[in-house]
């Protein structure tokens, strides 16, 4: 109602409250915000109504009011709420309803059974006009919830979220705050939420598991609940029950500001994760096992995922230990939830105003329901009934090595993934190698997976098991592309530093289907055994408020280059080709953006012609590049360099080495050259020659669209064989083994609920401290949790303490081979032999039968172990 162009339309806000209670908040609020706008109630305090008739007067009352008061349009936000479902069905076929996000709604389910799922699955299927979402990940879901769903859907961000620069900071750069002091006692903060009153989990359920995990956490430093304020009085009497609790005022609001007081909060899902982001505190998001609504892993530094209660205490443990937080290292990165956009109150403004009444699904005319006529030859109509029995692969796996918007590698697939989720039904899933260390893990978090895509060479480097991992897939005949941004000085480095792995990797190389970001880069691969790579080049996110360079250079142009201070960079040319120009009397200003190295020889010239900027965020590099004259990228070797992509969007005059991937695609546009010798000679000429030339608006445009996000999808998407935009698969009922698609009720999503969110991944803690969670569960007893901690200690080295310990849980679990396993290898390891044995012995006895022979050679071995220290011992006295 504030945002400009808001001006032209008249608001007039509106509510059904009988109570009364929300109807005068409301109207607090808009008297405070809109300069004393008034709220209308659809009902009189003194109306004297059952909660049912309630329900039953809001759609006859809400179209009366729309009619007298002349409606318009409408701006609803939740149309599966009691209220919101009644007036969006009063008034979706009467004027454009228009579905605004409010809130989180992605949320996964760890089963997916009708009647399972919660009512915001259901959100936007009452056919509004349009919906506006948050992000890609909501989009993805209204578009491809069913088989026949059709909403009119919207990415514009969130409300006061989106176009918050502090949010924005803690989405793009995540910065814990520094480390605390070890064994500090921390403050912990507890946000609740009504799962009791929301059926989401039986009230016994949920008292049972937040008792527990307050106990818990209490071992840890102070411990504050504060009730979601929805929370009803039966619930916040029990909480004042609680031992060592410290229960707040559930109708206080907890912003960013009140939560910086505290070391660590735990929800089980809500929306505050955003306001813990601000703040800069870690947030646990708990999912005790009978919670069938789960908060969708976040890869960010200050987000977790725990499923139980002790692995709740691992990471508060952690936390108190060592004084870091341990966030989540999988999982889909924060903007696939959450666009940022900088007008998102105007973007919501314009689809309000352009949206239009839909018609009726059910209202199908006679003419419409007549067969179409045929398209096309007999031959063509032939062929495409055969495609269309074909089945697109419908999910997704990237494979990479970190998945942020820091480094360039991965720009340019998380901006592909979004565009995809947003308009194609492809179950997207992100796999960081970094988190595991066994091969058996991934390939079973990838078992359903139809296509995988390998974000660069790095994983086949930097980890011990990306070589082995890829080639299993492939001898499986699982899809595998590996999208490549390496170069020939790449290559070098990496054959010399990791010559094993590197060796591995051109064995495996031939049997991958590669794509290549520059023409150039295909052909390095050709010449290392790759068949048929494939040119897809790459994209750039476009930011909407980014500035245009001058079209005609002042007297003292500035020359800028983007990227991290390294020699590859051309540190020695920028700074030798800086010296040249200021010998030669011009006032050029150079300017180098981006963070330094290590990777930089004695001999390497940093000249102080140069300012040296440092690393700057992504909005600041844009206002950078825009008060710019000339992008002069140094590189000597770069397959494609997404910082010229940039600098053509905001047109920018461009030099580069004429053997880098740009220069395929810019040569001959006017605005851009390129110098053959890597010389500072060469290169200055080619920048004095680029300053006295105007950038042809019309080739650049060519260029700029030839890297744009629906290009360069389509592209990508035609490579790896993925449905494109508004291509409905068709369904696999022979495959999945449903006939009444149930199947596609489920797709993109049912997929990775059956998991409940679990992980195999690794969660990095130093070994002592794995041992004394695993303890600690030992002696609570905790079975599952003692499994989960000991399997991941056995994982790194074998203690004979962790062998016993875990035999024991197996053998008392009836697991016997994999007791007799453990107890075996509890015999061959160190320690004090006749205690081991006697311990391997008293295990055994609950192997029964199958452990008789066990327990009588462990007796022996006991006796001989003490026989021989005894006899030890006597010698030494002689």
């Not at 605004?100 to 006009?129: C, E, S």
């Not at 700074?575 to 006032?587: I, M, N, Q």
Request: glycine share 8%; charged share 25%; net charge negative.
């Amino acid at each position: 109602m504030n945002t400009p162009g808001a001006g032209e339309c008249d608001f007039v806000p509106v509510t059904a409250d009988l109570n009364g209670d929300v109807g005068r908040w409301i109207d607090e609020e808009a008297a405070a915000r809109l300069d004393g706008t008034r709220v209308r109630n659809l009902f009189r305090e003194e109306e004297t109504l059952a909660h049912a008739q309630f329900l039953e007067e809001i759609g006859p009352r809400v179209a009366a009011f729309a009619r007298t008061e002349g409606i318009d349009r409408l701006i609803l936000f939740n149309d599966r709420s009691q209220r919101g479902s009644r007036v969006a069905g009063a008034l979706a076929q009467e004027l454009p309803v228009v579905l605004v996000q409010d809130g989180h709604l992605d949320f996964h389910y760890k089963q997916q059974k009708p009647g399972l799922r919660d009512q915001n699955w259901y959100y936007g299927a009452t056919d509004p006009a349009a919906v506006c979402v948050w992000g890609p990940a909501t989009a993805h879901h209204l578009l491809y919830r069913t088989p026949d769903a059709d909403p009119v859907v919207h990415i514009t961000g969130a409300l006061g979220h989106s176009d918050d620069p502090a949010l924005v900071r803690a989405a793009h750069n995540p910065a814990p705050r520094p480390a605390r002091s070890s064994r500090e006692p921390l403050r912990i903060i507890v946000l609740d939420q009504p799962l009791g009153d929301q059926r989401k989990l039986g009230a016994k359920q949920h008292r049972e598991y937040l008792r527990e995990a307050c106990a818990a956490l209490a071992e840890f430093g102070e411990v504050a609940v504060k009730p979601h304020p929805s929370t009803l009085s039966g619930h916040l009497t029990w909480l004042a029950t609680l031992p060592d609790v410290t229960v707040l005022d559930e109708s206080a609001l907890l912003d960013a500001a009140g939560l910086e007081s505290y070391d660590l909060a735990v929800t089980f899902f809500s929306t505050t994760y955003l306001q813990t982001l601000r703040a800069g505190i870690p947030l646990v998001l708990f999912s005790p096992p009978p919670l069938n609504i789960v908060f969708p892993a976040v890869n960010h530094a200050l987000l977790r995922n725990v499923g139980t209660v002790g692995e709740l205490t691992d990471v508060a443990g952690q936390l108190f230990r060592t004084g870091k937080f341990v966030g989540n290292n999988t999982g889909e990165p924060l903007t696939h939830f959450l666009t940022f956009h900088d007008d998102v109150a105007e973007r919501v403004l314009t689809v309000v105003k352009e949206a239009k009444v839909r018609a009726p699904r059910t209202a199908v005319s006679a003419a419409s329901t007549a067969a179409p006529a045929p398209v096309g030859t007999r031959a063509e109509r032939a062929l495409r009934a055969v495609r269309d029995r074909q089945t697109p692969p419908r999910s997704l796996a990237v494979l990479g090595l970190g998945f942020g918007y820091v480094t360039g590698v991965a720009i340019p697939v998380l901006t592909y993934t979004q565009s995809l989720l947003a308009h194609s039904p492809v179950d997207v899933r992100y796999v960081d190698l970094s988190a595991y260390v066994r091969t058996e893990d991934v390939l079973d978090a990838l078992r359903d997976i139809d296509v995988v895509l390998v974000n660069s060479l790095a994983p086949l480097w930097r980890s011990a098991i990306g070589n082995e991992l890829l080639g299993e897939l492939v001898s499986e005949g699982r899809k595998v592309f590996l999208y490549a941004h390496e170069t020939d000085h790449v290559m070098a480095y990496e054959a010399e530093h990791h010559t094993l792995r590197h060796k591995e990797m051109l064995r495996l190389l031939p049997r991958l289907q590669v794509l290549c970001v520059s023409s150039a880069q295909a052909d390095m691969f050709r010449a290392l055994g790759v068949a048929d790579p494939v040119v897809v080049y790459n994209t750039v996110p476009q930011d909407s408020n980014r500035v245009r360079a001058r079209a005609v250079p002042d007297g003292r142009p500035r020359i800028v280059m983007v990227g991290s201070m390294q020699d590859r960079k051309g540190l020695d040319l920028f700074s030798r080709v800086a010296e040249l120009a200021h010998t030669e009397g011009l006032p050029w200003r150079f300017t180098w953006i981006g963070h330094r190295t290590p990777r930089i020889a004695p001999t390497t010239l940093i000249s102080d012609r140069v300012e040296w900027a440092g690393a700057l965020s992504r909005s600041r590099v844009r206002e950078e590049l825009g008060a710019s004259d000339v992008f002069f990228l140094s590189s000597v070797d770069d397959p494609m360099p997404l910082s010229v992509v940039e600098a053509v969007q905001q047109r920018l005059r461009v030099v580069t080495y004429r053997r880098v991937g740009s220069h395929e695609v810019l040569d001959a546009v006017p605005g851009y050259r390129s110098f053959g010798d890597y010389t500072p000679k060469a290169a200055f000429e080619a920048l004095r020659a680029v300053l006295a030339e105007q950038v042809s608006e019309e080739e650049y445009r060519e260029v700029e669209e030839l890297f744009d996000v629906p290009a360069f999808t389509t592209r990508m998407t035609a490579a790896l064989g993925l449905p494109g935009p508004g291509h409905v698969p068709h369904p696999r009922a022979a495959t999945d083994g449903t006939t009444d698609g149930t199947a596609g009720d489920t797709a993109g999503e049912g997929e990775e609920a059956e998991d409940g969110g679990g992980s195999l991944a690794v969660v990095p803690q130093q070994i002592r401290y794995l041992n004394e969670d695993f303890k600690r569960h030992l002696d609570a007893g905790g079975v599952e949790d003692a499994l989960r901690v000991g399997t991941e200690i056995l994982r790194r080295r074998q203690p004979v303490d962790v062998l016993i310990g875990m035999a024991e849980l197996r053998a008392r679990r009836g697991e016997e081979k994999e007791a007799c396993r453990l107890l075996a290898a509890a015999a061959i390891a160190g320690g004090d032999r006749g205690r081991v044995w006697s311990e391997i012995s008293r295990v055994a006895g609950l192997l029964g039968h199958r452990g008789r022979a066990i327990r009588q050679l462990a007796r022996k071995e006991s006796l001989r172990a003490q026989v021989s220290h005894h006899s030890a011992r006597l010698r030494k006295t002689d």
